[in-house]
């Protein structure tokens, strides 16, 4: 990726429209950030490839819940990463935590 991080986004943005086009989910708006936290967090902690499974993992969980609109479809996934960044802090050694729906998201 680029040092720049204007160029870095303006990549990811093109990325996610390019994306979400073929995938036909055309009014889904990408938290480039949240993601790449996510990742770079679950990687340092647990090993080099969990941040691409933290990341799935929560666009699945999310996709899972029953939403009607955008406002709704980004609680979900913000529900989902909030979780998944409380698991990732601690790694493979932390405490079991409750599920996101159960955490109060």
Do not use: C
């Not at 996510?38 to 490839?49: D, F, M």
């Not at 993992?57 to 996709?63: E, K, N, S, T």
Request: glycine fraction near 10%; proline fraction near 4%; aromatic fraction near 4%.
């Amino acid at each position: 990726m680029s040092s720049n991080p204007d160029a870095e986004e303006r990549t990811l943005s093109d990325w996610s429209r390019r994306l979400t086009q073929a995938l036909q989910i055309l009014d889904l708006e990408v938290d480039h950030k949240m993601l790449v936290e996510l990742a770079e967090q679950s990687s340092k902690t647990v090993g080099p490839n969990a941040g691409l499974i933290s990341t799935f993992v929560v666009g699945y969980a999310a996709g899972l819940s029953k939403t009607s609109g955008r406002k709704e479809a980004e609680k979900a996934v913000r529900g989902a990463a909030d979780t998944a960044f409380r698991v990732a802090a601690t790694g493979l050694d932390g405490p079991d935590t409750p599920g996101w729906k159960d955490s109060g998201q």
